[in-house]
């Protein structure tokens, strides 16, 4: 790397901080400094709930640019990141989990090439977007964030998520099917997707999904308190998807932690299938 920042993993910086250092735009989540030869890129996991995610093999899977219709890679910083390999431009990442904090996370490359995903706008339409495998370089070590800044964050996105109507609901969890994204904090956690949590809860409309009983209490929003569940676990391998996300009562809950029983995975499964054959 030739530009020395001055930073390390893990160094918190407020946006002044970051634009002083890179000579670089206070605003967006891609910002080329041709001073500095460098594209900042930012995940903001305040600011947007489409998350960029880390996965297990160290990737960061990072959306580009173009909040309405179809992105382009020859969109503005787009280009410059999909060319990065060729146009000598040092990456660096940081992410937001405090609003106005900018955890630096060290210089990444491109580490493939980019790939398209279907996600909706500004304006709840589907579309196509471009996504980039970022990988950290030789110099950047994991970095083990503050969980109770993860905790929050992820309590901003659900308390959006639970804003939207089950039309929105419905539209964002249904685009989402794949691998959990992995967070470092003092050990390894799955950060599951807000839109399908709460899509799983609001089909069951208050009742278990493996007792079939009312939920035992409602929860301090009023809601009926269920807990959501995946059928194949993600720690082996199951997706973070509607197929495989249930509600339960915390006593169901606690049994398939338990147990696990084959019968009862079956039974879900077959539940889910035909809630969601219903929905079609």
Same mark, same amino acid.
């Given at each position: 790397?030739?530009?020395?920042?001055?930073?390390?993993?893990?160094?918190?910086?407020?946006?002044?901080?970051?634009?002083?250092?890179?000579?670089?735009?206070?605003?967006?989540?891609?910002?080329?400094?041709?001073?500095?030869?460098?594209?900042?890129?930012?995940?903001?996991?305040?600011?947007?709930?489409?998350?960029?995610?880390?996965?297990?093999?160290?990737?960061?899977?990072?959306?580009?640019?173009?909040?309405? &219709?179809?992105?382009? $890679?020859?969109?503005?910083?787009?280009?410059?990141? /999909? @060319? !990065?390999?060729?146009?000598?431009? =040092?990456?660096?990442?940081?992410?937001?989990?405090?609003?106005?904090?900018?955890?630096?996370?060290?210089?990444?490359?491109?580490?493939?090439?980019?790939?398209?995903?279907?996600?909706?706008?500004?304006?709840?339409?589907?579309?196509?977007?471009?996504?980039?495998?970022?990988?950290?370089?030789?110099?950047?070590?994991?970095?083990?964030?503050?969980?109770?800044?993860?905790?929050?964050?992820?309590?901003?996105?659900?308390?959006?998520?639970?804003?939207?109507?089950?039309?929105?609901?419905?539209?964002?969890?249904?685009?989402?099917?794949?691998?959990?994204?992995?967070?470092?904090?003092?050990?390894?956690?799955?950060?599951?997707?807000?839109?399908?949590?709460?899509?799983?809860?609001?089909?069951?409309? &208050?009742?278990?999904? $493996?007792?079939?009983?009312?939920?035992?209490?409602? /929860? @301090? !929003?009023?809601?009926?308190?269920? =807990?959501?569940?995946?059928?194949?676990?993600?720690?082996?391998?199951?997706?973070?998807?509607?197929?495989?996300?249930?509600?339960?009562?915390?006593?169901?809950?606690?049994?398939?932690?338990?147990?696990?029983?084959?019968?009862?995975?079956?039974?879900?499964?077959?539940?889910?299938?035909?809630?969601?054959?219903?929905?079609?």
């Amino acid at each position: 790397m030739d530009f020395d920042t001055g930073l390390n993993p893990g160094d918190v910086v407020n946006n002044q901080k970051l634009q002083e250092i890179f000579l670089c735009s206070g605003q967006g989540g891609m910002r080329r400094s041709h001073k500095t030869n460098t594209l900042i890129v930012v995940s903001n996991h305040i600011m947007s709930i489409y998350d960029d995610r880390w996965d297990d093999t160290g990737i960061m899977h990072y959306t580009g640019m173009g909040s309405e &219709g179809e992105q382009s $890679l020859d969109f503005s910083q787009n280009k410059t990141l /999909a @060319k !990065s390999r060729e146009n000598g431009v =040092e990456i660096f990442l940081f992410e937001v989990f405090i609003q106005r904090e900018y955890t630096f996370m060290g210089p990444v490359e491109l580490t493939g090439d980019p790939y398209q995903s279907s996600q909706t706008d500004l304006n709840d339409n589907l579309r196509k977007v471009w996504i980039f495998p970022l990988k950290p370089t030789n110099e950047a070590k994991p970095i083990a964030l503050p969980k109770k800044s993860i905790d929050d964050s992820e309590q901003i996105k659900i308390t959006k998520v639970r804003k939207l109507s089950d039309q929105e609901l419905e539209n964002q969890a249904k685009q989402f099917s794949g691998t959990a994204g992995v967070i470092n904090v003092q050990s390894k956690q799955y950060t599951r997707n807000p839109y399908i949590s709460e899509h799983a809860k609001r089909r069951a409309k &208050g009742i278990c999904q $493996l007792c079939l009983q009312p939920a035992p209490f409602k /929860a @301090k !929003s009023g809601d009926p308190f269920l =807990e959501t569940h995946h059928i194949q676990w993600l720690s082996k391998g199951g997706e973070d998807s509607i197929k495989n996300t249930v509600a339960l009562c915390p006593n169901c809950h606690r049994k398939m932690h338990l147990l696990n029983l084959d019968i009862d995975r079956k039974l879900l499964g077959k539940r889910v299938n035909s809630n969601l054959s219903e929905d079609s």
